[in-house]
């Protein structure tokens, strides 16, 4: 068996400027929490990544953490925010200001876009969007007519992650891992993007079973706790107060470094 475990050091070192980062996870469930830490102390040491597109299928603590810090350029998502603690502050604070680029999307769109790059194809058809202005704020979504039926079509165009980071609750060093129920978009992150990264509460010798299987998995991180303090169901539920206290000390980008500052390792 080839190892495929490396650090989180590592891990976030492979997130270039300018990429597409997708990250996994639904919500404030199983988000790669650890990797975001990462990710945040190598930019405060190093100013790298930046101009970062970003892809959640729904983006909660993870994501604006990295646009607070200046990292993320555009956003891909259908949903921003941290579910009953309210908007996300950071978001909120750089999209009403016009200073984030926000690409419009819906589960449909997303879902589609993902399809159509694990087809190998330049767009994947369907009638969502159709009699909505969604079209409209979404110039490069155009339509097609279907040769059979000459019905119009949606043509929305496959969506190409540079990097995926998808937490798990197990995984082995060869890559197989297992997410759990509530999958998301997940097990096609892991299938469409370009580099692929499992971090994960527990890394045991071997898996009988797996949610997406090693040949898509690129690297493997052992993270405990790694998805805190959003929620890792059965392991462990989200911290609701450090999600409350994010919200009550973070509204500009002033008091976001105060708040990040605390997190730096020391």
Known sequence: ????????????????????????????????????????????????????????????????????????SRVHSCYFGLEIFGLAPMFTYLANRGEIEIIEETEASISFGLKAQMAGIGFMPGRAW???????????????????????????????????????????????????????VDEELAVTARWVIVTAEQIVPELSKADFPAPFVHAVVEAPGGAKPTSCHP????????????????????????YLAKMAPR
């Open 130 to 184: 159709l009699g909505t202005d969604l079209p409209r704020l979404r110039p490069d979504v155009r339509t097609v007519v279907d040769p059979y039926s000459g019905e119009e079509l949606i043509a929305f165009p496959a969506i190409h992650p540079d990097v995926a980071v998808i937490h798990a609750l197990v995984a082995d060093g060869e890559g197989n891992a297992v997410i759990g129920t509530n999958k998301g």
């Open 235 to 258: 392991l462990y539920p989200m911290d609701g107060k450090e999600l409350m206290a994010y919200t009550e000390q973070v509204s500009d980008p002033t008091s976001f470094a105060t």
């Open 1 to 72: 068996m080839t190892s495929k475990v490396i650090s989180l050091e590592e891990a976030a070192a492979s997130v270039h400027s300018g990429s597409m980062l997708a990250l996994g996870g639904m919500t404030l469930y199983r988000r790669p929490m650890a990797f975001t830490r990462a990710l945040l102390n190598r930019h405060r040491q190093t100013g790298e990544p930046r101009d970062l597109t970003l892809l959640a299928f729904t983006a909660g603590l993870e994501s604006d953490l990295l646009l607070g810090a200046g990292m993320v």
